[in-house]
């Protein structure tokens, strides 16, 4: 009743090409952004840290691995290396550039992770599928052990860690630990919604039609004159990008402090895999929902016995836990293995006829 | 340019000095090597019949590892405990055929990827459930001695686990090529639909692949259970067969044992003559690089059937 569009006619083509073609769709986004904007109104501090940061961190990571595996169709399993490159340049930027404003500094730490992004994305052009997979897998372990080794990168200090130093923007105190779990909500949030909004007006850009056509069949796509070191290597770089960006967040806003296993194979780079297989292949609302969902069961499974008065011990919990993630992956995978994205859709189509069906 | 010489001269000149160094340190490479050729053929053998790249290889062998040693712990015999987590192996492969495989058919390779993700840790968490999460010791009755052929230093243990390795890779040669059922999983792994219409079953098929992957997995757990201990880790070891896996092509089985060598010789001596100008613990990464390198040259791997594409 309330969402049809019937009567919205597009009489030009930039109407018919708007990201939100639908009047209802652009409220809600708006609505839904607004809401967001308020949480820290109403949720308390662990509330903040332990989930909303870091789910937006997360969302972040998983559209730019959608951005790379969805849309044009490369598999990788480097996510949490990229990540890492972003908070190790992040680190070193603030640390070593006196007065040099945090928010730039981020988006650099974006540009190295790029950088890094486009040496490890070379192999793409020779090789695909599960062997580029695995060959991303080179780029996991050696940048990871590269961090380890390598005493400049954590500016020597003997624990090894790197730890976000206190950084004002505009006059308010948004990174290390003293900052409030508000800023640092804050700036989460407003990162997600610039870089989710540019992530849709790719896709639906020159560039984003060229790496579908790369990811649907690159040597068509070649044949039609579409440049296949490009478009993957720009790939690479974009996705590596927002990776470094939301690893540099990672440290910066949400842990505070961090060594390279927090960037490991299992922590980031399966997670983020699983996020956006289970919230949708090419679909930046689905990576956002995956990221929710993947984030949220584990914290569901740990709270919810002690919830129902249930007393078990932390081992056997954990195990349960592991047993409860695995099956529902299998389940979701077998029930809907184009995920979230998909469901929204039969959903919608249901609420354009809701309540009258025929 | 103290670096460089560290890399490019260094080593080539310590590998001339000391020989029996080299030739110590291919051996042991060798014997690590058919180590992760076993768990490769794991991957290989459900890749090539079902088109799944299995990530829960490494897992299996932990589950299995556990299962083992689990049984002996409770005072099962050896061989009675041989047998039990054989049957276990054959009950998982059931289980996942009827709960998973058949419902998966005709899906992406990555959406099965994630399955097998996500029956990873399932496998994992059941195994630590039922038996702890301490490190074991697996005592099976390998004699562990050094001894001297000429001047390099050998164990017994390693050689003795080359053997069992050498073993298994013949047997199942000998299966492939010779039983029904071998030619069957073959025909199957060459197209789906013709395999369908000459009458071979896939559903029992791919029982029948789980069946011998998990025994790859089972003996793949007793040795290097036997050699480190059973532990959480063990399941890691697929990481290892990753890059055996792109070296020697995911659809070959002698790529998955000539490539396990040349990982593990590889490995061993690169740690040994440039590890130091690294810095040390090189090995984690080395490999992915050398399979990598590899693979710039030769995409399909090394006796991975040749990407022809057609538009």
Request: aromatic fraction near 14%; hydrophobic fraction near 60%; include cysteine.
């Amino acid at each position: 009743m309330f969402y049809r569009e019937a009567g919205q006619f597009k009489t030009t083509y930039r109407g018919d090409q708007a990201v939100f073609p639908i009047f209802q769709d652009k409220i809600a986004v708006f609505a839904l952004i607004i809401v967001a904007y308020m949480v820290p109104l109403v949720a308390n501090e662990y509330w903040l840290q332990a989930i909303f940061i870091q789910f937006l961190v997360f969302a972040l990571m998983a559209i730019g691995l959608n951005l790379l595996m969805g849309y044009a169709g490369q598999v990788s399993l480097g996510t949490g290396a990229f990540a890492a490159v972003g908070a190790y340049a992040c680190y070193k930027l603030t640390t070593n550039i006196e007065g040099m404003n945090v928010i730039v500094a981020i988006l650099l730490s974006g540009g190295c992770a790029a950088a890094v992004g486009i040496v490890f994305g070379l192999p793409s052009l020779r090789i695909k599928g599960f062997y580029l997979a695995v060959a991303t897998l080179a780029a996991q372990f050696f940048i990871l052990w590269l961090f380890n080794k390598v005493g400049w990168f954590y500016n020597d200090n003997p624990s090894g860690t790197i730890t976000a130093p206190p950084r004002e923007f505009m006059g308010f105190l948004i990174t290390g630990p003293r900052a409030t779990p508000e800023a640092r909500y804050w700036v989460c949030l407003t990162f997600l919604v610039a870089f989710a909004w540019f992530a849709k007006n790719l896709v639906r850009g020159h560039i984003g039609r060229s790496w579908m056509a790369i990811r649907d069949m690159d040597i068509a796509a070649e044949i039609i004159g579409i440049r296949p070191l490009q478009t993957k290597l720009m790939a690479f770089a974009i996705s590596s990008f927002y990776c470094g960006v939301a690893g540099a967040l990672m440290i910066f806003c949400w842990l505070g402090s961090a060594e390279t296993e927090a960037f490991d194979l299992f922590n980031v780079s399966f997670r983020v895999l699983f996020m956006i297989i289970i919230g949708g292949l090419g679909s930046i609302g689905g990576s956002i929902l995956g990221a929710a969902f993947i984030i949220l069961v584990p914290i569901f499974l740990t709270n919810f016995p002690p919830m129902i008065g249930l007393d078990i011990s932390t081992a056997l919990q954990k195990h349960l836990e592991e047993i409860i993630f695995g099956v529902m992956i299998v389940v979701f995978l077998i029930v809907e293995p184009e995920g979230f994205a998909r469901l929204w859709q039969i959903l919608r189509e249901k609420l354009r006829k809701w309540p009258f069906p025929y | 340019m103290e670096f460089l010489e560290s890399i490019f001269v260094a080593p080539f000149v310590e590998m001339w000095n000391y020989p029996e160094f080299l030739a110590e340190l291919i051996l042991v490479g060798l014997s690590t090597g058919v180590l992760y050729s076993l768990v490769a053929l794991g991957f290989v053998l459900i890749f090539k019949a079902s088109g799944m790249f299995n990530f829960a290889q490494g897992a299996m062998v932990l589950f299995a590892a556990l299962t083992l040693v689990g049984l002996m712990e409770h005072g099962v015999p050896l061989w009675a405990a041989l047998l039990l987590s054989m049957a276990v192996m054959v009950g998982l492969a059931f289980a996942v055929e009827r709960l998973m495989l058949r419902y998966l058919v005709n899906q992406e390779g990555l959406i099965l990827f994630m399955a097998t993700i996500g029956l990873n840790f399932i496998l994992e968490g059941t195994g630590q459930l039922f038996w702890g999460s301490d490190v074991k010791r697996l005592e099976i009755g390998i004699p562990d001695k050094p001894f001297d052929l000429g001047p390099i230093l050998l164990n017994t243990f390693d050689v003795t686990a080359a053997f069992i390795g050498a073993a298994l890779v013949i047997a199942l040669a000998v299966f492939f090529q010779k039983t029904p059922m071998g030619r069957a999983l073959r025909a199957v792994a060459d197209d789906h639909q013709a395999a369908l219409s000459v009458g071979i079953p896939l559903k029992t098929i791919w029982v029948a692949v789980w069946t011998i992957a998990g025994i790859v997995a089972l003996v793949a757990g007793i040795v290097w259970g036997a050699k480190s201990g059973v532990q959480f880790s063990l399941s890691l070891i697929a990481l290892k067969a990753l890059p055996v896996l792109i070296l020697g092509g995911f659809t070959s089985v002698p790529g998955a044992i000539v490539g396990g060598l040349i990982i593990g010789v590889g490995e061993k001596v690169a740690e040994g003559f440039w590890g130091p100008a690294f810095g040390g613990a090189i090995e984690n990464w080395f490999a992915y690089m050398l399979a990598l390198a590899f693979l710039v040259f030769r995409p399909q791997g090394l006796f991975g059937e040749k990407i022809i594409e057609r538009v």
